[in-house]
């Protein structure tokens, strides 16, 4: 294959190369649809009115943790366009990635360093990568039974 179009097209992650998005904690998203298409209600009067696939998509969310059992929910909200939401994953020590060491100075603090901190590409899975695409296909699958349109946009 020729290096013409090699990195030329690729966006750089917009993510902290520095961090592991595996690790526990709280992470606030936002998931847009394509071109900011309308899929899920409409505002009227200062209040959000769900259309049947604002209704799925807030279905869906509401049953990330049945899916991924180490993950806890805080507050979300649909627009007509987007959602916002925060994902708390909490993982067990037995759950927790083998870089990272965990060791307590006593009860009022906690000090978490990890070896090779570096978030690299590879298995994608009980992160927030996985989390926010199973979200997704979870939405889409449902959607395109009314909408064969239905799109998100790429990332969140």
Not at 23 to 46: A, H, P
Not at 107 to 133: C, E, T, Y
Request: with cysteine; net charge positive; charged share 25%.
């Amino acid at each position: 294959m020729s290096d013409r179009f090699r990195n030329k097209y690729r966006n750089e992650t917009t993510r902290l190369k520095s961090w592991d998005y595996g690790w526990n904690g709280s992470y606030f998203v936002t998931i847009c649809t394509k071109n900011r298409e309308r899929y899920f209600g409409e505002i009227k009067n200062d209040e959000m009115f769900l259309s049947k696939i604002g209704k799925i998509a807030n279905q869906c969310w509401k049953e990330v943790p049945d899916h991924f059992p180490f993950v806890k929910l805080g507050e979300f909200v649909v627009m007509p366009n987007h959602v916002h939401g925060i994902i708390i994953i909490d993982k067990k020590n037995n759950e927790m990635d083998s870089n990272l060491i965990v060791g307590t100075q006593n009860l009022a603090s906690l000090h978490v360093s990890k070896q090779n901190s570096l978030n690299k590409f590879g298995p994608q899975s009980k992160n927030l990568g996985s989390i926010v695409r199973g979200f997704k296909i979870g939405v889409t699958k449902k959607a395109r039974k009314i909408r064969t349109d239905f799109q998100w946009q790429a990332r969140y």
